[in-house]
């Protein structure tokens, strides 16, 4: 649950967009080429999300003889639970959305991880099941982190000790692997959103981190991380995202997980237990930690290393989920610090009224839109200092007396449906919430956000 602890980022500003089938015995090798991109062929440009708005057309029927073709394909490969859920997929018009960066469909991509070649260790049917799961209820996506079975726990082991024969520092690893709890939950709220919002996008990302090279592409706007240039390729440089600037407006990124999330990704796929993270969470968590922690996230033991921004070595801290929101979704987003929290990790208080806080949330979802928030609580084993956890509000609703309810997807509830907190609770909890630039900045005047990010940056590393 905890995804950071709040006394080692105590900085003020805003970050702003910073504005089952049983296959083949299971190959635990794996590789992470980090080498650069440059021969990524071109790909059109990217559907643009900054706007925050959009007239959707939504489609329920097949209409051409690819789409009809494709569909029966599918079909035929399922079984009738997943036939109803391919059906389902259709009626409510989210299988033929087409919002993705090539302009290819839920139902393109689907159908791709049905015909194309996955990884050796990933089954097509599972992947397609899981896909459905999701457009089914999204709310199954989960950071609940998957148990080792024992048959790999000897090479899994070796890996993370670097084949050590001693046998304290194996039997203190192997607790350790019993006893993991992911911080992924920054991660799951993205990927939560991303699959709710832009589901051919998601889906297209999802065919190419389960092909055999586990890598997408993703073609983004520039103006996505800031309205200067120069700052959009200062951030992609300093988070080590791999990439190559199309022109002065648009970049083409990799997206790829860390060279040990496809271990956990094929053992799911054969020993997936009821709760835990399907092959695609994996996966889409792996990737966006690698984005955020500056490439070095490990999902075997779920660390990622210190950096210039933060001594965090668990999940990631507000401006990196802001950095990785706006990538993945291509947009602008801000992130609001609503607590003032000293150096110790103590709340000390609030930049923003409970009501100003209200208005910030439900005016964005207003707009259509989610958001994501971390919330804080003093953690008792740690002398109070704050702990926090990432979750996504997604909509509301009047309780009997008057009182505002935030209806939310939580990650680590173990739970496949939405929560609900009152704004009793949640407004005075709430860390930071990522909004709209306009709506962050309407009763506030914070200054332009990248220059705190530059400031801390170069503080850090003088």
Not at 154 to 182: A, C, F, M, Q, W
Not at 339 to 349: A, I, M, P, R, Y
């Amino acid at each position: 649950m905890v995804s950071a602890n709040y006394g080692n980022y105590e900085k003020n500003y805003f970050a702003s967009g910073t504005k089952v089938i049983q296959t083949a015995p299971i190959p635990l090798q794996s590789t992470n080429d980090n080498s650069n991109i440059k021969s990524v062929p071109q790909q059109l440009p990217s559907f643009r999300a900054g706007s925050y708005t959009s007239t959707v057309t939504v489609k329920t029927e097949l209409t051409t003889k690819e789409e009809k073709e494709k569909y029966k394909e599918l079909s035929e490969a399922l079984d009738g639970k997943y036939r109803r859920k391919l059906e389902y997929a259709l009626k409510s018009g989210i299988l033929l959305k087409n919002e993705s960066s090539d302009k290819s469909s839920v139902l393109d991509n689907i159908h791709k991880i049905l015909k194309d070649e996955r990884d050796q260790g990933l089954d097509n049917i599972t992947l397609i099941k899981e896909c459905l799961d999701i457009i089914d209820n999204p709310y199954v996506i989960t950071q609940t982190c998957e148990d080792i079975p024992n048959e790999y726990k000897k090479p899994v082991l070796g890996i993370i000790t670097n084949l050590s024969e001693d046998r304290e520092v194996l039997e203190n690893t192997n607790k350790y692997l019993n006893e993991l709890h992911t911080g992924t939950c920054p991660a799951a709220s993205i990927e939560f959103d991303l699959a709710t919002r832009q589901p051919a996008e998601f889906f297209r990302i999802v065919e190419g981190l389960t092909s055999p090279k586990n890598e997408a592409y993703k073609t983004i706007k520039l103006d996505a991380l800031n309205e200067k240039t120069e700052v959009a390729l200062w951030l992609l440089e300093t988070f080590k995202t791999p990439y190559v600037a199309v022109d002065m407006n648009s970049a083409i990124v990799r997206l790829k997980p860390d060279k040990n999330a496809i271990i956990r990704a094929r053992i799911q796929n054969n020993h997936r237990d009821k709760g835990e993270r399907s092959i695609i969470d994996v996966l889409m968590q792996s990737t966006m930690m690698q984005l955020g922690s500056q490439q070095t996230y490990d999902s075997l033991i779920d660390k990622r290393a210190p950096n210039d921004f933060t001594e965090e070595d668990g999940g990631l801290i507000d401006m990196e989920k802001t950095y990785v929101e706006s990538i993945m979704e291509n947009k602008n987003t801000t992130s609001v610090i609503y607590q003032n929290v000293d150096e110790s990790g103590k709340l000390t208080g609030y930049n923003k009224p409970t009501d100003a806080i209200k208005k910030d949330l439900i005016d964005t979802l207003a707009m259509g839109y989610n958001v994501i928030i971390g919330y804080t609580w003093p953690d008792p084993d740690n002398d109070n200092k704050l702990a926090g956890h990432e979750i996504t509000i997604v909509g509301t609703k009047t309780s009997s007396n008057g009182e505002t309810i935030f209806i939310c997807q939580d990650s680590d509830d173990e739970l496949d449906k939405p929560i609900e907190m009152p704004e009793s609770f949640l407004l005075t909890h709430i860390h930071h919430a990522g909004l709209p630039d306009f709506i962050a900045s309407r009763d506030t005047n914070y200054g332009e956000s990248w220059e705190y990010v530059m400031d801390d940056y170069e503080s850090h590393t003088k």
